[in-house]
């Protein structure tokens, strides 16, 4: 059974989402069915192990108009069913490759990023499960280190990618040089989810 990633918080109160699962952190990146990850110059200050922040997360999502009452409900949600795991997994991050913990291990492959606004903003194929490269989601992604907190914002397009797709057809760049056709936040197509913004702290 397909589980797709619900990254508005409203949608989260139906979460026994398999993105987070149990915790282990012990899944190695470079290992996924994209093979080694690429070299990224805009992704290397963001490399290393990036653990789920849950109240800053909730901070962040309340400044995006979150309301109380689903920021409440949520920390209450969360609190109360551990077994569920977290909003999000821990993540490694190592070239263009998120890593991410729980079982199953999901991974982002990140491509065609760039800079602008004081972030690294691009696209990323999302697996829930990274040894299933069939079930495959696409997104897009901004990075941003803040106070070394990473603040990792993403919106993510409902269902499999376009076979027609040219970023699945092709193999994009993993850097650009320019921000001249980013287009995160009117993308093409439909069903394109709300940005949602998750907070990391770097493991000790």
Known sequence: ??????????ALSVIP?????CDDSS???????????????????FS???????????EAQKAAGVSEANIARMRKLCAGNPQIGKMHPDMTIKGNEAACSGLPAGEYRFF????????????AWH???????GDMSKCHVRLKIDDGLLR????????????????LRST????????????ADAPSGADWSEWSTYVFARKP
């Open 152 to 167: 990792f914002e993403i919106r993510m397009k409902e269902g499999l990618p376009d076979l027609n797709d040219p970023d």
């Open 1 to 10: 059974m397909h589980l797709q990633i619900r990254l508005r918080l409203v």
């Open 127 to 133: 697996h829930e499960d990274r040894f299933d490269p």
């Open 172 to 183: 994009p760049a993993v850097d650009l040089d320019s921000s001249a056709n980013c287009e």
């Open 17 to 21: 989402i398999a993105l987070a699962g």
């Open 112 to 123: 065609a990023m760039h800079e602008h606004d004081g972030k690294i903003c691009g696209k």
């Open 48 to 58: 290393g192990e990036w653990m789920f922040d849950l109240e800053r997360t909730l």
């Open 27 to 45: 899944t190695p990146a470079g290992s996924g069915p994209f093979g080694a990850p690429n070299e990224s110059r805009l992704l290397a200050p």
